[in-house]
Every structure is written in C-alpha cells, then in structure tokens.
C-alpha cells in the first residue's frame, strides 16, 4: 500500500478516473433526464394539442350537420300531399334531388330522410317507409321503425344516438351509423328530419393516427350519454360521477395506469374524454430501474478504478464497454474519445427532432390563428409564445403563393412540400428582411411579412412581384406560379384571420383579364354587371340539341368575351362557365354505358376550371367540353321523330294552334309517346317548350313594333289577349305593357 502512495503515476491514473466517473455521472444523468423525462412532457404537451384540434374537426362535423339539417329545412313544400291526402310526386321528386345534392356535400354523411306523416319516407336514394328503412334496410337490435316513429312523434330536442351496428334484414351490409334526429320543440318547418352518419368516414376525416400510442377518445353529449368510443367495453360510470364540469374551464383524473383528460365543448355541449396511459407504460419502474443501473455503474467504476489503477488496462477496458467500445486492438483513450463524440451525435440527433417538432407548432398556431374562433387560454398562451418568431415589426402584410403543376412537369413536382416551404423562405429573404413562410394545404404557401409602417407596403409588394417573376423564369419552371399581397394591419394575433381573408378574396375576385401574376388586394374593385344573357343560354341549348355545334361554339364564345370586356371577376367567370357547361351536359342522351363517361368529362372539367388563371384557359375547358358533349349526342337526322326536325317544325308553324294531338299526327305517332319523347329529349314539356318558343318573339315584336298586344298575342298564336298577357307575366314576371315601357326605356 505505502509502494501503491508512493507512486504519484497511478495516484493521478486512480483521480483522473474519478474525475471521468463524476463526468459520466453527470452526463448520463442528463441524458435520462431529457431522454426520457422531456419526452414524455413534450409529447404530452402535443397530444393536448392534437387532441384539441380532433375536436374542433368533430365539432366542425356535427356543426356541418346542423347546416344540412338547417338547408333541409330551408326546402319548399311545407307539405307534400293534397287534401285527398295523396302525395305530390313531382314535390317529392324535388325534394329528393335537392336532399341528394345536399348530402353529397359531407363525406361522412350516410343518408338523410325526410319524412312528414311518418308513413312515406324520402331519403337520397328514393322514397320508402319507415317500417322498409328501419326494419329491412337499417336493422339494430336496440331499435327497430317502431321506436323510430314514436321517437319522432314525442316532444324532444336535437338528439345523437350512440353508434351501433346496422345491417338489412339479411345481416349483409353492415355499417356503424350514427343517428341524429332534429328537435322538434323549434319547428322550422314541417319535415321531421334523422340524419346517417357513417362512423368510419367520420374518424377517418378527423385523422385520429395523430393521437398518443395507447390512447382512445370518448364522445359524449350534453346528457353524458357515449355516442361514440373508440375504444370497447369502456365503462365510465364511476369516472363520470368524479367530475364536475365548469362550461369555461376542463377537468382532468388519473385512474390506476391512465390519465382521462376531458373537455366540454361550447358549440353543443358535447364532453370529450381522452383517455392515454399514465406517462408511458411501466415509466416508473423503467425510470427506477435505470437509476440503480446508473447508481450500480458508477459505484462499480469507482471500486474498479481503486483496484484496476494498479492494471491499467482493465479500467481502460471496462470504461470502453461502458461507452460501447469493444476489444479490438488501438488506442484505448482514442476510443474513448470516439464513444463519447457518439453520445454527443445522438444528442444533437434528439435536438434536431426537437427542432422539427417545435417548427411543426408555430405552423399550428399560425393556421390556428387564421380559423377565426375563439380558443382555451393554454392554446392563447401558447400563440402569446409564437409573437417573438411570427410578428418582427409593429406592422405586417400576408402574402400567398400558388404553384400550379403545369402539364409535362418535371422533376420539379417531386419536391416536398417541407423542400419548396424551405426554397421559397429563402427566395423571400433575398428581398425582404423580415419574412416566415408557412406550408397552408396542397401547393398553397402564407408568407408573413414584417413591415414598420404601413406605407412601407409598396416596397414590399414591388420586391414581391419580383420574386414571383424570378420563380416563374427558374426557381420553378415546372409550376405555374401566383402571388396575392394583403393589405398592411397591425402585429396582432387577432389580425392575421382578417388578412387570410384578404388573401381568399384575392383569389376569387382577381380580374379574369389580367396579366399580371401578382394580385393586390387593394387594387380589386367590385364588378356588378355581368353578360349573362338567358335568351342566348336558351339558344345555346337548342343548337347543341339540333346538332349545331359551330354555331353553339360562336354562342360560348360570345358570351366568354363579353364578359371578359367588362374585367369581371374570377369567380363570376368560373359561376358562367360552369351554368353554360351544366346547360351543355343537360342536352346529352347518351346511353346507359356511357354515363361514367359523362361523369368523368364533368370531374375533369370541373377540376381543370378552378385551376385556370384567366378568361382564355375557361374559354379552351369550355370548347373542349362542348365538342366531346356534342360528340355523344345521337339521334337520326332522316327519321321526323328527333330533336332538330320537331324544334324547327315549332319555329316555323309557332303561330299556329300546335296542340298535342297535331304534333303527334304530323310525328306519325301517339300524343302519349310523344309528350314522353318530347319530355325526355328537350327536358321540359312540351307546352312549356312551345310557350317559351312564342314568347320569344312576342319580346321582338313589343321592342321593335308598335302593334297592339292584342295583334302580337294573335301574331305569335295565342286565341285572345287575356291568354296572352296571363302567359307572358307568368313566364316573364311582368306583362306586356310593363315588358315595352321598361325596353323602351
């Protein structure tokens, strides 16, 4: 022992290893702490936020079924049969197409049904009764037509009833529905209303993947009672009774190995509870466990460093596999040196995830931002967070880019959307100082400006305008690229939804005749008048119905650049253009095969027309649409029953008594077969047909003649003028005398 004191060599050897054992000590302690610790708070700290976000995206749903619900309402035909008490069929018709259209709005929507006196059911597939619905089509053990009629009948408020297993009568079929019944205690209309809500549409629109590993969501209603679990068996009785709710604050409790957090939203009252495992699963005794390995390791080190002082080699070693190392022949401090570089990668490996993660909410609290709600006060904090980073200058503009995919792109569509967010930032720098850039949805990017006084703005949109030129020439050569430029408000929160809004006008009231890339929002001016001439839409239809293409193509055309002249706006193009397409499709017979071609031509025009920048690219979609419309038409020019030969028979014989009976015999065929034909081919009846034919030139003869409306009546076949005059103000809105003062003017 006295050689062992004696020897200041090993003495140093034995406290340079307790200075390397305190080290490791504390650097490993460090590493727990942040491994394992942080994580769990951070991840914890994003499921709150996840969570939040899932329920506004379910409160956001039942407040889209509260619209339907609303719209449904809104229908005409506050009842459907006569006194006789039978059902007007043409009503229910048009009831059941506009429920359908309505309907096919929301995904998860599986069907609605209107019904008025409980017998006659109308859904968006057809009309039914209750007792086919409920006891052939939607089966459940827990309901059946019976309980459905007597609970629409009772006095109730809006009620959503627990998701449950439907299926026919068959047990085929089956779908996890939820029902949502109306109130009837505030009656807007007469119509009783139960909407169907598909279950797993509904949680694949909301993204639950999001959530913790481990943890579930309940949904309950205002009454407590679960409408939906994503989780079987749970049994929440004891847990619901431990809490009270406060309508402004949440609640939390932790219950064995799980927390339930829960939070009641103030749209409808609904509870949420979002149950996740208490930190990780066996945290503690994994925590515990490594600090008595650490504890063992470092009490281990230093006995061995007293004893292994004398063998140098067998420390070096044993702090070697502590590190990782192995037995492979070297320098043994190199290795060292190597393994604790490795720990130091990982770490900043960890911080770089960090990194991401903290990136990933400020964009959640910057589109969070945009929404316009209200929020909890933790989420305010956490916006309050964000100023520093998002607000630079006492003032701010938001600008928005585009990229639209050009046909035959390059590699250039291949780039992440995290990729082209970092190419643009950089690319905005260049010009302007104080400048963030987040990623919206698709290929659509906010840009948040820093400026210190408003008038500053005209700089700023000079230089932006300058970016969006320079990307167009060779940032990005395979897109096509458009800017729009807010205008300037103060560094707040509260503002920045007020100029998203500026951007989204932007985008729809942008000029359809300009040719610049760059929209400025102060510079729109709204444009009231439009060329939308409804004589001109009935003629399109004709020609198209009579196989006169050229002259239907000359119609669009027209229609296209008088409007263009008059720099409406883009949105009111993309609305023309969508009635004359709409008008088009209507004239098509085509046959039952070639109906998903109709659709697809529709979807691709309809997808194509929202993308066009200017009046040009409509006009193109519009031709292209018209050609491959016409193209499908089919009917036999030799043969008098087809659309060309009786629609220029009614132009040149509308002065005449054209009644049914004369319209068949001059077809060769029946007055029945006909009315039919003529219903189905021209999509009205025919008296509508020949009434509209007639006064079209009644309107000629009251703007250019000074002929009495008793001659014009006689002029364009009508038997008296009291006829006339009952028949022009009903289709016109005004009579004839009205009609040729107003025109005169």
Same mark, same amino acid.
């Given at each position: ?6 020897? &200041? ?24 702490? =942040? ?61 059941? %197409? ?36 409920? %006891? ?19 006095? #109730? ?81 004891? !847990? ?11 609640? $939390?409790?932790?219950?064995? =190995? ?30 515990? @466990? ?56 990982? /770490? ?26 209200? #929020?909890?006060?933790?989420? +305010? ?116 939804? +007020? ?30 008048? !439009? ?38 706006? #883009? ?14 499709? &209507? ?6 095969? /070639? ?34 419309? @016409?193209?499908? &038409? =089919?009917?036999?020019?030799? $043969? ?16 005449? =008594? ?26 009205? /009846? ?60």
């Amino acid at each position: 022992m006295n050689r062992l004191i004696a020897n &200041r060599g090993l003495l140093q050897i034995f406290f340079a290893l307790q200075l390397v054992v305190g080290i490791m000590f504390i650097f490993n302690y460090m590493v727990y702490k =942040n491994s394992i610790t942080g994580i769990y708070e951070k991840v914890t700290e994003n499921n709150r936020m996840v969570i939040k976000n899932i329920i506004q995206s379910f409160d956001s749903s039942f407040a889209s079924i509260n619209n339907l619900m609303f719209n449904i309402h809104a229908l005409p035909y506050g009842q459907i049969s006569d006194s006789e008490g039978k059902n007007d069929m043409e009503k229910v018709i048009s009831l059941q %197409d506009s429920l359908a259209r309505m309907v096919s709005t929301l995904d998860f929507v599986e069907d609605a049904i209107i019904t008025y006196d409980y017998n006659l059911a109308i859904t968006t597939q057809g009309t039914s009764s209750m007792e086919v619905l409920f %006891d052939r089509k939607y089966t459940t053990g827990k309901y059946n037509s019976g309980f459905w009629n007597n609970f629409i009948r009772s006095d #109730h408020d809006f009620t959503v009833f627990p998701a449950e297993v439907y299926s026919d009568i068959n047990g085929a079929n089956k779908r996890n529905l939820i029902v949502a019944v109306d109130s009837s205690k505030i009656k807007m209309s007469n119509k009783k209303l139960m909407v169907l809500i598909d279950v797993n549409k509904l949680l694949n629109s909301i993204n639950l993947k999001a959530m913790i590993p481990g943890a579930s969501l309940i949904v309950l209603d205002a009454n407590r009672n679960v409408i939906l679990s994503t989780e079987k068996d749970l049994d929440l009785v004891d !847990i619901l009774n431990d809490v009270y709710f406060n309508p402004s604050s949440e609640a $939390s409790l932790t219950r064995e =190995n799980y927390e339930y957090n829960f939070y009641k939203s103030e749209s409808n009252g609904f509870i949420y509870i979002n149950k996740l495992p208490y930190k990780f699963q066996n945290i503690d005794s994994v925590s515990n @466990a490594n600090l008595w390995i650490m504890y063992g390791a470092i009490l281990l080190a230093v006995v061995l460093s007293v004893l292994l002082s004398i063998y140098l080699y067998r420390p070096v070693k044993n702090i070697l596999l502590q590190l990782g190392g192995s037995n492979v022949k070297g320098n043994d401090f190199v290795k060292i040196h190597s393994g604790i570089l490795k720990v130091q990668r990982e /770490n900043e490996s960890l911080k770089s995830q960090m990194n991401l993660v903290d990136e990933e909410i400020r964009r959640g609290v910057f589109l969070q931002a945009l929404d316009g709600y209200a #929020h909890s006060r933790e989420y +305010e904090m956490q916006m309050q967070n964000q100023y520093a980073y998002l607000f630079q200058c006492r003032h701010f503009v938001m600008a928005a880019i585009q990229l639209i995919p050009q046909e035959g792109a390059g590699e250039q569509t291949d780039l992440s959307v995290e990729e082209i967010t970092e190419i643009i930032e950089a690319g905005v720098q260049e010009s302007i100082d104080h400048a963030v850039v987040f990623h919206e949805d698709h290929l659509q990017f906010l840009v948040l400006i820093g400026i210190e006084h408003p008038s500053d703005r005209k700089k700023v949109l000079k230089s932006f305008e300058s970016y969006i030129l320079q990307t167009k020439g060779d940032t990005f050569t395979s897109f096509r690229v458009w800017g729009c430029v807010s205008r300037a408000f103060e560094s707040k929160i509260s503002n920045c939804q +007020e100029a998203y809004q500026d951007i989204q006008n932007g985008f729809l009231y942008r000029n359809v005749n300009t040719k610049e890339w760059v929209t400025d929002t102060e510079a729109i001016r709204f444009v009231p008048d !439009i060329h939308f001439p409804l004589q001109q839409l009935e003629k399109l239809s004709n020609c198209l119905m009579t196989g006169k293409t050229d002259e239907a193509m000359d119609i669009v055309d027209t229609i296209i650049e008088e409007n263009a002249s008059l720099r409406i706006h #883009h949105h009111q193009m993309v609305h023309i253009a969508q009635t004359m397409f709409f008008i088009m499709l &209507r004239q098509t017979n085509a046959s039952e095969e /070639n109906r998903q071609e109709l659709f697809r031509i529709e979807t691709e025009f309809i997808g194509k027309l929202h993308d066009a920048f200017n009046y040009q690219e409509i006009r193109a979609l519009l031709m292209d649409g018209l050609r491959r419309i @016409a193209a499908m &038409r =089919n009917y036999d020019p030799k $043969s008098k029953l087809n659309p060309a030969f009786i629609s220029q028979y009614i132009e040149l014989h509308y002065m005449e =008594n054209l009644y049914l009976d004369h319209m068949a015999e001059v077809l060769d065929t029946s007055s029945k077969y006909f009315s039919n034909y003529f219903k189905k081919t021209f999509g009205v /009846n025919y008296v509508e047909y020949l009434n509209k034919v007639r006064l079209s030139h009644a309107r000629e003869y009251l703007k250019n003649t000074d002929l009495s409306i008793a001659e014009i009546g006689e002029k364009t076949g009508y038997t008296n003028s009291s006829t006339f005059t009952t028949t022009f103000k009903k289709y016109c809105g005004v009579s004839p005398s009205e009609y040729r003062k107003k025109t005169a003017n």
